[in-house]
Structures are given as structure tokens and as C-alpha cells.
């Protein structure tokens, strides 16, 4: 009598090839003491690389995904800023310029962005003053449309960018919110950057902490960027195609307690961050916050500029002087009918349409 | 997915004591996943490569978008593809290995690891033949035990998609393994030599 069958007659069970399977991974043993030190070596390792955490694709740097979806509630800077932004291409095959890791001073020529140098740290307001201040702003611009260029930078090249549009600025939940999203990498350091995917949501703010929101989601998945398709939660494009769909989807502003404008405000007050200088930023005075040890984003150092008359933030760059870090810009927009436009995905000549039938 | 419903990790591995609660908690299930499939050989650096990795990425972990262990296994799925040819390999010598001797009929040593080991050549065999596509979602669905939704998350696919190639590796696998019948514990073909004694086999 062979085992399966003596086992079975003492009242083994086996119900189908699934459990003959679990039967098969059950006999390995687990990890030895080695293979945990390994492991334990190996991650060391790869935190004394000094790195940010990679991108949602390759290894391209970016903030937390909370980051992005907690700086919706920052708004706005000047309207000229917010108009020379919009001039950056949004085509496929679009390079914008590169930017080399963020130092103090001033940059190449052709590199982009630097750390502005402090010019002053004397009559510094208080954390909490700039907090309540920023608090009064944001409230003032929630109807515009935000506007966040969130950028990746490995080792002195840009290798992946979110361009984020939503409006409101600031979800309201039970009110409609329309939400795009621009992505475009670089799949090898030598590569040019290509606009990747282009999402557009048009959606119902869920209660708070909701992962889920109901409304109309459009993908355009954009062909020749060497990525095999396009997807926004569960749905799939394949390249050179758009879908459209009906229905649950990722909601892409989780935790809309941390998206009130009090949250960065509170961050600021409750001593998460310090005042540290006064600069100029893209022609404007700014004041320079540095985020203390006990802050949110990792690793440090994490800059933030406010604009110091508007009290609007301008720019936050996590892991500066870091072989990988990511900066975002905020930008904040009239909802005029040319700005609203740009919430519209828009669909390129010759694509077809791919996706759930009926839709 | 609800995040506030998440054991560990859900909430973010961005922090690194976060990181190091949620590494504690999946490790060995990760690291038998690979040892299952490529062996103990290669499994020890595989398993360090997926965590390491996983540490570099750790901030491209979204909760919304599928669970902790969905995205590691994701990782994992990853590593392995490329020692396709290693796993192949694995499963061609298990495939040749003879079944473990019958023990005495005082069979209260019979457990579940004996029996895994007796059918352990067929079953390799029979995974042997699968695509790789079809293996991943099979293992994934089998060894690491994750459902629908979250290997349609970690192989970065539609849910309907992992259902149906799920269905059709089921398929394959049965018809692989030569038609054995869980109800009877035996093998449809001769020489298998898994049935009981004086049935089917004449």
C-alpha cells in the first residue's frame, strides 16, 4: 500500500489538485538561520545605499504615494509660475529638461533645479505662525485646480514624472472630483523619456479612508515606450490603445484626513518641521522649512518652500543631496475653460479603442 | 482592500521599522515560495534579493492597489522568472526521483509530508508542462495562497485575467497528472503504482 492511498484509508483528505500542491510546498522547510542573515545582509546593504524607494515601474526614485496624494491639499503659487508650467510639453517622446541631484548653489548650466542658497535666518517666523498662515491660504484656494509636477531623479537624470491635475484642490467627500494623471519615464538611464500613460478620473469623493471611488475612468496607454500595458487598479490597456470604464476604481485621494489642509499645517505646528531660512524660489521669496527626524517623509534630509507672502507652499524635495530623490512643484490654477481643459485626457489620432466591451 | 483592516505593512512600509515588522512577517512563507520553486540552492540569495529590493521600492508600495503580501510576491514572482531555466531544471530531477518506499502498514507514521513526497514526481512532471504564465498564477494561488484579486495585483493583470488562467492551469494540471481521482486516490493509468492494492490496477 503506498502512503497517498494508506493515508487516504486512515482519513486523509485530498481535495483536488490545490491541496495536492499545498501537500508539496509543506514537505520545504522554512528559512534556516543563514538564510535569515542573508536576508537581514542584504537589506542592510541596500539601506546603506542611501536610496529612495524606487518607482511604481522601475527603479526610478518618487515620493510615498501618500506624499502625492497629501500634497493635493497644497495650492497654488502665482499665476505666471503656474502659466510658464503649463508650456511643458505633454507629447509622447517629450524630454523635459533633466535635473542633476539637488546641492546648494548654483546649478550646470542645463541641470536644472539646485537647492536655493539661504540669504537670510535672521526674524525667522515661528513653525506655528507659518502653519496657521498656510492653513488660511489653502482655504482660500480650495476651488482652483491643483496642478503637482512630481519628479524622480537617479543619479543625475530625471527618470520619471507625475504630472497630477484635480479639481477641486481639495476633495470634498460627496462632491464630484475630476482627477488626471500624466506619467512619463525613462526605462533605461540612456533612454529618452516618453509619456507612458495618460488617466482621467471623474469620480464621487468616498468618505475618508476609503480606498475605492465610483465614477468614469479613461486610459490611454501610449505605445513604443517599452512598457507591455497600461493599468489604473484592476483595469488593462494595452499600448497603442485607449478604454474607458465604468465603476469602483482606486480612490487616488486615500485618507482624505490627511489631504485637509490642517494636516501639513498641524505637521508644521506640531513641530515636524523647522524653519530654517529665507531664499528666493522661481523669482519669488520664499521661506525654507527642513523636516525634523520625527517627520513623515523618508529619508531625510526633506526640504519645503513656502512662498512667504502667500503662505502657499511652492516646492518640496525628498532626499536632497541623495543619489535618488524626487522633488514636487505645486502650482495652482483658475478654473478658466482653457485650464479646465487640461483635466480632459486626450485621445491621439489612430489609437483604438481597447477595453471591457459596452463601455 | 482596506487598509485599516491590514494586520502589518498595509499601512506603509516607508518607515523603517515598519519595514523591518513587515519582513519578519513574510519572509519564511516568501522564501519557501522560492525554495519550492528553484530550490534551497539559489532560494537563500533569491529571497535576500526580493526583501532588498523590496527596501529600495518600499515607497512604491500602495495599499489601494493591491495587499503587502501581493506585492511581495509580485517581487518574488520577478526574481524567479529569471531562473526560469533553474526552476525547469528542479522540476526534471524531482520528476525522476522515484517515490519514497511504502511504509509498513502500522501506517500512524503516514503524514501529509509522505504523501507529497510519493506524488512529488508526478506533480513535477505535470508543472513541468505548464507555461510559465500558467505556473505563476498557479503557485501563487496554490503556495502563496493569495487570492484572485491579489495575483491579478501582484503579476500587474486584470482579476478576470488571473481567474481564467488560473482555471486553465487547474485544467492542465489535472490533465497532467494523468487523471487522478481524489475521490479514490488513484491514478486512471497503470504503472503509476499509487493505487491501492487490488483496485483499478488488476
Redesign the interface.
Known amino acids: 500500500m503506498n502512503q497517498a492511498s494508506a493515508w487516504h484509508q486512515k482519513g486523509g483528505t485530498m481535495a483536488d489538485e490545490i491541496e495536492l500542491l499545498r501537500l508539496f510546498r509543506d514537505e520545504m522547510p522554512g528559512p534556516s538561520a543563514g538564510a535569515w542573515a542573508r536576508a537581514e545582509s542584504a537589506i542592510a546593504a541596500a539601506r546603506s545605499e542611501g536610496s529612495l524607494p524606487g518607482s511604481r515601474r522601475r527603479w526610478a526614485s518618487r515620493l510615498p504615494a501618500s506624499h502625492l496624494a497629501r500634497s493635493r491639499l497644497a495650492v497654488g503659487i502665482a499665476a505666471a509660475v503656474a502659466a510658464a508650467a503649463l508650456t511643458i510639453a505633454l507629447l509622447p517622446g517629450s524630454e523635459p529638461a533633466g535635473r542633476a541631484p539637488v546641492g546648494r548653489g548654483s546649478a550646470p548650466a542645463g541641470t536644472g533645479s539646485t537647492l536655493p542658497a539661504i540669504e537670510s535666518r535672521r526674524g525667522l517666523p515661528s513653525a506655528a505662525l507659518v502653519g496657521k498662515a498656510m492653513l488660511t491660504a489653502f482655504s482660500a484656494a480650495n476651488d482652483d485646480i491643483l496642478y503637482s509636477i512630481q519628479t524622480g531623479i537617479n543619479r543625475g537624470v530625471v527618470v520619471d514624472i507625475y504630472r497630477d491635475w484635480s479639481w477641486p484642490a481639495q476633495p470634498v467627500t460627496g462632491r464630484q472630483e475630476r482627477y488626471r494623471s500624466a506619467f512619463t519615464e525613462r526605462i533605461s538611464r540612456t533612454a529618452p523619456l516618453k509619456l507612458t500613460e495618460d488617466d482621467g478620473f471623474i469620480y464621487l469623493v468616498p468618505p475618508a479612508n476609503w480606498n475605492y471611488a465610483t465614477g468614469r475612468l479613461t486610459v490611454v496607454c501610449y505605445a513604443g515606450t517599452g512598457q507591455t500595458g497600461c493599468g489604473y487598479g484592476d483595469t488593462e490597456t494595452p499600448p497603442g490603445t485607449w478604454s474607458q470604464h465604468y465603476g469602483r476604481f482606486v480612490n487616488p485621494n486615500p485618507g482624505l484626513n490627511d489631504l485637509r489642509p490642517a494636516a501639513l499645517a498641524r505637521e508644521i505646528a506640531d513641530g515636524q518641521w523647522r524653519v530654517t531660512g529665507r531664499t528666493h524660489l522661481n523669482g519669488q521669496q520664499a521661506i525654507e522649512l527642513t523636516q525634523t527626524p520625527a517627520g513623515f517623509y523618508q529619508p531625510p534630509p526633506t526640504l519645503l518652500w513656502v512662498n512667504a507672502h502667500t503662505y502657499l507652499p511652492l516646492r518640496m524635495i525628498q532626499g536632497a543631496n541623495k543619489p535618488e530623490s524626487a522633488q514636487v512643484d505645486w502650482y495652482f490654477l483658475k478654473p478658466t475653460a482653457a485650464n479646465l481643459a487640461l483635466l480632459r485626457v486626450p485621445i491621439p489620432a489612430g489609437y483604438r479603442r481597447s477595453g471591457p466591451p459596452g463601455t | ?4 483592516a491590514s494586520a502589518t505593512g498595509d499601512l ?1 512600509i ?3 521599522a515598519e ?1 523591518e515588522a513587515a ?1 519578519r512577517e513574510h ?2 512563507p516568501v ?3 522560492i ?2 520553486r528553484v530550490g534551497a540552492a539559489l ?3 533569491l ?3 526580493v ?3 523590496a ?11 493591491g495587499s503587502l503580501r501581493s506585492w511581495l510576491y509580485g517581487i518574488a514572482v520577478n526574481v524567479v522568472r529569471n531562473h526560469w531555466r533553474a526552476e525547469q531544471h528542479l522540476l526534471a530531477l524531482d520528476a525522476q526521483l522515484l ?2 518506499a ?2 509498513a ?1 502500522g ?1 500512524d507514521e ?11 514526481p508526478r ?1 513535477a512532471a505535470a508543472l513541468q508542462m505548464l507555461t510559465r504564465e500558467q505556473r505563476e498564477v ?2 501563487l ?3 502563496a495562497e493569495l487570492s484572485h ?1 491579489e495575483i ?1 495585483a501582484a503579476l ?4 478576470g ?1 488571473a481567474r481564467s488562467r488560473l482555471s486553465r492551469a ?1 485544467a492542465l ?2 490533465e497532467q ?1 494523468g487523471h ?1 481521482d ?1 475521490g479514490r ?2 491514478f486512471d493509468e497503470p504503472g503509476i ?5 487490488g483496485r483499478d490496477h488488476g
Open positions: 482592500v482596506d487598509r485599516r506603509g516607508a518607515d523603517p519595514f519582513f519572509f519564511a522564501y519557501r515560495f525554495c519550492r532560494a537563500e540569495d529571497a535576500a534579493e526583501f532588498a529590493t527596501y529600495r521600492r518600499r515607497a512604491s508600495f500602495q495599499s489601494g492597489r517515490p519514497v511504502d511504509l502498514d501506517a503516514i503524514d501529509r509530508r509522505l504523501v507529497a513526497a510519493s506524488l512529488a506533480l498557479l503557485l494561488y496554490a503556495w484579486e491579478a500587474k493583470i486584470a482579476p485575467t487547474r494540471l489535472r497528472l487522478f481524489f486516490w488513484t503504482g499509487l493505487a491501492p492494492e
